[in-house]
């Protein structure tokens, strides 16, 4: 049993097309860490946290979640859990203020606790006005703070954010940025995976590549350039997907010579 918050070994996973998603990924993330999980589209980003949630089943390997086992000790290892899912998944039905309620009534928490846990977060998200509104009704950016606030609504040890700012505004991105920070320094452990890699260099200690289904470096921002050859995190991911040309300091080269 792993002391880990989560500990993925050689996991593997082959869809019934002969897809291989996933080929012997082994990742560490100690308790209390921000790491961050960054590869192009396809990589086995989604993959990997569909196994970690029991959303799908690996093929091969193991995953623990503070020590309890994904697959044969599933209940454990998913109440540590929070998820919030790159789409966009609220019952369109139910209110904001509901959708948390029956959140964490589905993690057994009690009528008191989730009444007091329901209205704390949607004062923290600044949907206190928005409480009784149907989801449907809300604005993006919105249902964006619902879905975090419905990942921490069972405080979780464990939170992963999929794409967590895909589509929002630069204030609620930067809003997210500051809350997520905050918990991560309260003790939440937090797995991020993001395209926007100024968003991996600001929040995370610790940073994997992973490309065709397997782990292909992982450090530190400066480690990772070090490990490539090149100035910053970005120009690491560009040769990491062989896109180097698209560096902006050899763009910006170029046209320091052109003038």
Same mark, same amino acid.
């Given at each position: 049993m792993s002391d880990k918050a989560l500990h993925i #070994?050689? +996991? =593997?996973?082959?869809?019934?097309t002969g897809v291989e998603a996933l080929r012997g990924v082994s990742i560490d993330i100690e308790p209390g860490e921000f790491y961050g999980l960054l590869?192009?589209?396809?990589?086995?980003?989604?993959?990997?946290?569909?196994?970690s949630t029991g959303l799908a089943q690996p093929t091969g390997g193991s995953i623990e979640v503070f020590g309890h086992d994904a697959i044969h000790d599933y209940t454990a290892a998913r109440q540590a #859990?929070? +998820? =919030?899912?790159?789409?966009?998944?609220?019952?369109h039905f139910l209110t904001a203020e509901e959708t948390l309620d029956f959140h964490g009534g589905y993690f057994g928490m009690p009528k008191r606790a989730r009444r007091e846990?329901?209205?704390?977060?949607l004062e923290t998200f600044s949907l206190t006005a928005k409480a009784g509104d149907r989801t449907r009704t809300l604005s993006g950016g919105m249902k964006r703070r619902l879905v975090l606030a419905r990942a921490l609504m069972h405080r979780p040890r464990l939170l992963i954010l999929d794409e967590p700012?895909?589509?929002v505004d630069i204030e609620l991105r930067l809003e997210l940025w500051h809350y997520v920070q905050k918990i991560?320094?309260?003790?939440?452990?937090?797995?991020?995976?993001?395209?926007y890699l100024e968003e991996a260099e600001q929040l995370c200690s610790r940073i994997a590549f992973i490309a065709d289904g397997q782990i292909a470096a992982?450090?530190?921002?400066?480690?990772?350039?070090?490990?490539?050859?090149v100035a910053n995190l970005e120009d690491a991911?560009?040769?990491l997907v062989g896109r180097n040309e698209l560096s902006r300091s050899r763009v910006e080269g170029i046209e320091e010579i052109a003038l």
């Open positions: #070994v050689d +996991l =593997a996973k082959r869809y019934p590869g192009p589209n396809g990589a086995g980003k989604s993959t990997l946290i569909h196994c #859990v929070g +998820l =919030a899912p790159q789409e966009i998944n609220l019952d846990r329901t209205e704390e977060l700012t895909a589509g991560n320094q309260e003790g939440t452990t937090i797995l991020l995976t993001t395209h992982e450090g530190s921002s400066d480690d990772l350039a070090a490990r490539f050859g991911y560009l040769a």
